[in-house]
């Protein structure tokens, strides 16, 4: 578990990263391109509901893959629109994402310790991406 937890606050990083430097660029020369923040995000919550895949799938009820899918697909919605409305549509199916976890809670089968990393990693990229969108 340690190294699950170690991989998860890691990947905290570039969320963190990126948005300390769009509020701050004075940090650094240049200021990263917003695309490497919303990529990012993108790939990561794709990455999320990706990992419940084959736990729902064993459930084989009719619609909980689909649902899983869909988190995917209105990641890549968000890239059709303005970005302050990216980062809230990205930032709404990452809460979105885990109230659905919670929701299959017993099908998920998550030990406590999991669950708060969860809750924490969900709370840190929420934060970021509306500190993000306060920016804009």
Same mark, same amino acid.
Do not use: D, K
């Given at each position: 578990?340690?190294?699950?937890?170690?991989?998860?606050?890691?990947?905290?990083?570039?969320?963190?990263?990126?948005?300390?430097?769009?509020?701050?660029?004075?940090?650094?020369?240049?200021?990263?391109?917003?695309?490497?923040?919303?990529?990012?995000?993108?790939?990561?919550?794709?990455?999320?509901?990706? *990992?419940?895949?084959?736990?729902?799938?064993?459930?084989?009820?009719?619609?909980?893959? *689909?649902? *899983?899918v869909s988190f995917a697909l209105i990641g890549w919605f968000s890239?059709?629109?303005?970005?302050?409305?990216?980062?809230?549509?990205?930032?709404?199916?990452?809460?979105?994402?885990?109230?659905?976890?919670?929701?299959?809670?017993?099908?998920?089968?998550?030990?406590?310790?999991?669950?708060?990393?969860?809750?924490?990693?969900?709370?840190? *990229?929420?934060?970021?991406?509306?500190?993000?969108?306060?920016?804009?």
């Amino acid at each position: 578990m340690r190294l699950i937890q170690l991989l998860g606050y890691a990947g905290l990083l570039p969320f963190i990263g990126l948005t300390i430097l769009q509020l701050w660029p004075e940090l650094l020369t240049f200021t990263p391109p917003y695309s490497a923040f919303q990529s990012y995000s993108q790939i990561i919550l794709a990455f999320m509901a990706g *990992v419940l895949w084959p736990v729902l799938y064993q459930q084989s009820e009719r619609f909980l893959p *689909v649902w *899983v899918v869909s988190f995917a697909l209105i990641g890549w919605f968000s890239s059709l629109l303005v970005p302050p409305q990216q980062l809230l549509v990205l930032a709404a199916a990452f809460v979105a994402l885990r109230l659905f976890e919670i929701r299959q809670g017993s099908r998920l089968t998550y030990s406590p310790a999991y669950s708060r990393l969860r809750n924490h990693l969900t709370t840190v *990229v929420v934060i970021c991406h509306l500190l993000y969108w306060s920016s804009l």
